[in-house]
Structures are given as C-alpha cells and as structure tokens.
C-alpha cells in the first residue's frame, strides 16, 4: 500500500481512482509543509516547510521531483503565495521576514523584516502587490519594485489573516481583536472596519474586490459587499471556530471549514449551506477552483476532499501520512497540490471534464468512456441484422 523511493512516497486514494485522477509527483521536504499555493494554470507550485525552506516546483511528472530551485531562511516557512502566472513568488517565515522572489532566481529580490512572525502573505493576480499579516500587530503593504512599504497599518492585536484583489486595489485583514479591516491600496486609512463578537480567523476576496467573507473563532461565517458596508449580506453561525474560508474569483461561492470537522459550502445569494460535509477531523484547509465548480478540502484526519458544487459527495479523496496542512488548487480545476505534515507536497492532475457556467446542465455526471467488447459487438451484429431481414419482409407483403 505503501511504498518509499528517495524522494517518493505512493499512498493509494481512498476511492476508486478513475482512469482521469493521476498522481503525478510527490516530493519529501526535511519538516511538515505548512502551506501550498499554486498558479492559475498549474504550472508552478509553491511549498514552504517546518525545514525552514521555499520550495518551487514545476507540473512534470517525476519518479524522483527534483525543486527547481528552493530558499532557506531562518526559521519554518509558514505561508507561502504566487502570482496568476507565476512569475512571483512571496513566503513569510517565523525569522519575521517576508521574501519576494521572481520564479527565474532562487535568490530573493528582496526581503522585508516585520516584528514578529508572519501570518499571512498574499500576492495581487500580476504579483504586482503585496500584503502581509504579523503578529506584531501589523500590516505591510508592498510593491514589488521595493522592498520599501507603500504604507503599514497597526492594528490593536495580532493580524491573523490578510487577502487582497485581483486588481491589487483592495486589501482586506482580520485580526484577535475581533476586527476585519478593508483598505483602498492608496492609504492605509480603512475603507472601513466591521466588528465581530470574537477574533478573525480567515478571510477572503472575491477577484474584483466586491466580495468579502470572514470566519470567527466563535463560529461565525460573514460575507459582505464592500459597496453596502456596514452591514454582512448575511452570517451564518456554526457554533464551532472556523479555521479557513475561500471564496470563488467571481465571488458567487463560498467555503468555509470548523474544528467542529464540517465542511460549509454556500451560494452568495443564500445564507444557508448548498451542502454540508462531515470529515473525520478539524477542518485546516480550503480552496475553490475560479467558478466555483471545484472545492477542495484538507483535514486533520489526513485526508484531502474534492468536491464538484452539485452535491456533497466526495468525488475523489486521498489520504497521507500526515494531517493535511494546505490546499491550493488551479484556475479550473485541474491540478491540485497538498502540503501534509508527513514532510511531502503532493500534485495530482484531475481531467475530469471541466464543464463552463455557461455549459452546465441539470445533468453533471461523468460516465466516462464505454468500451463495448467483441463479444457484445457481434451480438449487436447479429440483432442488426435480423431487424433488416423483418423489415425487408414487411416491405415485400406491402
């Protein structure tokens, strides 16, 4: 079931794989892999690691992967980022440095020291702007010309979470104290703030900007239009601490896990789940391919979950060694990679058939394709042929 070859370990999936669901690389780091992120077409993963190192990786399949290249910092590497095409690459490290990388050099383009340890980095779609979360209460905003912030903003406790836009116009964080703070890239004067009962775990940005959604220690899922601030769209509350939203580039849905082991998913028009799912340990991470039509899952029990939006029924899972730290997957779905902490990143190539917004019907089921035997074939040969001799002798009576 198992199997170890250098860099390599080969687990089996936890529901018969189909023909289109392939492995295609997995690679052993020297600690647990705290975070993955992805580029939009697949090409390029990212992996930050408890060896203190950044690892870059392209999507060709390999018995022994080798990095094309990877940075050691001072400390685990906990968060991790990468531009739409993969050009730029941001890490944040416990050594309270952020590191911008252009994905040709394994040197960094620069670096900037924070306070404390970093949170959360992430990186406009271009890789044009940058945000990061501290523990020392601070937000950094960046160009990527300069390691020379564009501004910081201090909030009254640790910043847990950041996201930003597309556009890299907006620029959306949550902290302990209870705060989700929305800021326009010029300024960092808050757009706005909203404050919730408890602290804010996760949040996330809908591609434009328009659309917001936070999760609370205290259980509490929030999705907001930053048009029509001050008040949620709506709130849903678990009861349980949300560890980890994502919301849909084109911001129409959303997904949300809880220690509590569910899973959320939501339409944005509706305050109540589309599905829930139950895995067998505290939610840790999430993700959703652009539309909305894939989710993927990562949980504690040491299973990755994937999802199509119809319905809550797993269609694909796979298990590690190790509780599933990170999940990341491609614009469209087809490529997703998985931090564990059993030390490996993992890719796999899903090509299921990705069906368009605009192409979806009630119907959403893959039959794959039928072989007909040769046995049945010359059955059909046979039947064919008798029908044609009774139709000929109707003919002929006429």
């Known amino acids: 079931m198992i199997s170890k070859n250098q860099n390599t370990v080969n687990l089996s999936s936890d529901f018969p794989l189909p023909s ?21 077409d697949g090409n390029y993963i990212v992996a930050g690691s408890d060896d203190n190192n950044t690892y870059l990786f392209n999507n060709t399949g390999s018995i022994t992967k080798i990095p094309i290249w990877k940075y050691s910092t001072e400390n685990n590497v906990n968060t991790v980022s990468i531009s739409s095409d ?9 050594d309270n440095h952020i590191y911008l990388f252009n994905r040709s050099k394994s040197a960094p383009l620069w670096n900037y020291t924070m306070g404390d340890v970093i949170t959360q980095v992430a990186l ?31 909030s009254s406790d640790e910043i847990n979470t950041v996201a930003i836009s597309s556009d890299g116009n907006y620029i959306v964080s949550g902290s302990a104290n ?14 706005w703030i909203f404050t919730a009962s408890d602290n804010i775990n996760s949040v996330a940005i809908s591609s434009d900007g328009n659309f917001v959604v936070a999760g609370t220690k205290d259980g509490y899922i929030f999705l907001f239009d930053r048009r029509n601030y001050p008040f949620p769209e709506w709130s849903y509350f678990t009861g349980e601490t949300i ?25 944005k028009s509706h305050s109540s789940p589309l599905w829930t799912y139950k895995v067998g340990g505290p939610v840790l991470s999430v993700a959703i391919s652009s539309t909305g039509k894939h989710i993927l899952v990562g949980s504690e029990d040491n299973k990755t979950y994937l999802f199509d939006k119809s319905n809550n029924n797993p269609i694909w899972s796979y298990t590690t060694l190790g ?5 990341a997957i491609s614009s469209n779905g087809d490529y997703i990679t998985i931090g564990s902490n059993d030390n490996q990143t993992y890719l796999f190539h899903w090509s299921a058939t990705i069906i368009t917004e605009e192409e979806e019907d009630d119907l959403d089921i893959d039959f794959g394709e039928q072989i007909i035997s040769s046995g049945n074939f010359y059955l059909l040969f046979i039947i064919i042929g008798i029908l044609s001799l009774i139709i000929l002798k109707k003919k002929k009576y006429l």
């Not at 993969?86 to 416990?94: D, F, H, L, V």
């Not at 209870?178 to 757009?191: I, V």
């Not at 919301?247 to 509590?260: F, V």
Request: hydrophobic share 30%; charged share 15%; proline share 1%.
């Open 323 to 327: 509780r599933v730290n990170s999940v």
């Open 20 to 40: 289109s669901t392939a492995l295609i690389w997995n690679f052993t780091t020297g600690g647990n892999v705290n975070s993955v992120a992805i580029s939009s």
């Open 124 to 154: 406009s779609s271009d890789g044009e702007y940058i945000v990061a979360g501290c523990n020392d209460k601070q937000i950094s905003f960046h160009k990527n010309d300069s390691s020379t912030p564009i501004w910081n903003f201090t």
């Open 243 to 267: 560890e980890m939203v994502s919301i849909s580039s084109n911001g129409e849905y959303i997904i949300a896990g809880d220690t509590n082991n569910m899973t959320y998913f939501f339409e």
């Open 86 to 94: 993969g050009n730029y690459i941001i890490t944040g490290s416990y």
């Open 178 to 191: 209870h705060k989700l703070y929305l800021f326009y890239r010029m300024s960092n004067e808050t757009s």
